[in-house]
């Protein structure tokens, strides 16, 4: 006689607990966010070399490009960090982090360049796709907003 298996029931989908999404939101923001000021500082403290580089790629005006790179992305970084205009600065930041990932590897572009490309496009697409989530200053504004009208 054969022994039988007993059936196993699948789990139960649990609905999204919206706290958990807001946490886990917020943790890819952060991370975005400060990836983002960790390479504005690193251009701006290597600016001669990130000048070379741009002048090297055959950007035109590379002074006032590299200058206007690297403070546009500290102030990305920072939008992104505090939940601030958030999908906003998460489109701003794909042409500009394409830009500067360019000018960074300078014309040596081999896997490391496309899979910065790849994780910088799948960091920032969370907040540009889904939102800030409840830990971010839009979502003060938002609550704010639907005070005043009440």
């Not at 923001?29 to 580089?53: D, K, P």
């Not at 102030?75 to 500009?96: D, E, N």
Request: hydrophobic share 50%; with cysteine; proline share 7%.
């Amino acid at each position: 006689m054969k022994k039988r298996t007993p059936r196993t029931i699948p789990p139960i989908p649990r609905p999204l607990d919206p706290a958990r999404l807001s946490q886990g939101l917020f943790i890819c923001r952060l991370l975005t966010g400060l990836s983002f000021i960790y390479l504005a500082l690193g251009c701006l403290f290597y600016w001669r070399e990130f000048l070379v580089n741009t002048h090297f790629v055959g950007l035109p005006f590379a002074w006032p490009l590299s200058a206007l790179l690297a403070g546009a992305e500290l102030f990305v970084g920072l939008f992104l960090l505090l939940g601030k205009y958030t999908r906003i600065s998460a489109l701003v930041a794909i042409p500009l982090s394409i830009l500067c990932v360019v000018i960074f590897f300078a014309g040596h572009y081999n896997g490391v360049f496309w899979v910065t490309l790849f994780l910088i496009g799948a960091a920032l697409s969370v907040p540009l796709l889904i939102g800030p989530g409840a830990i971010s200053l839009d979502e003060k504004r938002k609550q704010e907003q639907m005070n005043r009208y009440k």
